[in-house]
């Protein structure tokens, strides 16, 4: 069983950085995808950056620029660095793992950015 779990949301001023977490336990041999979902009230959950493969990576128009995802194989971590944050990145984020056929999900973990 694959588990996910995120850390590093919290609350931060417009301009301002955090970097996210996604560290994945289990047997994650076959991952095809390693992702950042992101989900605001009253709004559908919407995708913020990819990896796809080994190294392609696919961002959101919206944080082009401003975010960067990375991985750690051997900690079988991924990353989501934010800069220049806006309050409009208000939202859970999602850790997604899409392993073979299936799709895992972390918790969420809240990214609140005050103007």
């Known amino acids: 069983q694959v588990q996910l779990v995120e850390s590093g949301g919290g609350v931060v001023q417009a301009g301002g950085s955090l970097r996210l977490s996604c560290a994945a336990s289990?047997?994650?041999?076959?991952?095809?995808?390693m992702g950042w979902y992101r989900q605001a009230p009253g709004k559908q959950r919407e995708m913020v950056a990819l990896?796809?493969?080994?190294?392609?990576?696919k961002y959101a128009d919206s944080v082009k620029g401003r975010f960067t995802i990375s991985r750690d194989n051997l900690k079988n971590t991924v990353y989501l660095q934010m800069n220049s944050l806006r309050p409009e990145d208000t939202a859970v984020y999602y850790c997604?793992?899409?392993?073979?056929?299936?799709?895992?999900w972390g918790q969420g973990t809240q990214v609140t950015v005050s103007s």
């Open positions: 997604n793992f899409q392993i073979t056929k299936y799709n895992y």
């Open positions: 990896i796809i493969g080994q190294d392609t990576t």
């Open positions: 289990g047997n994650i041999f076959g991952t095809l995808v």
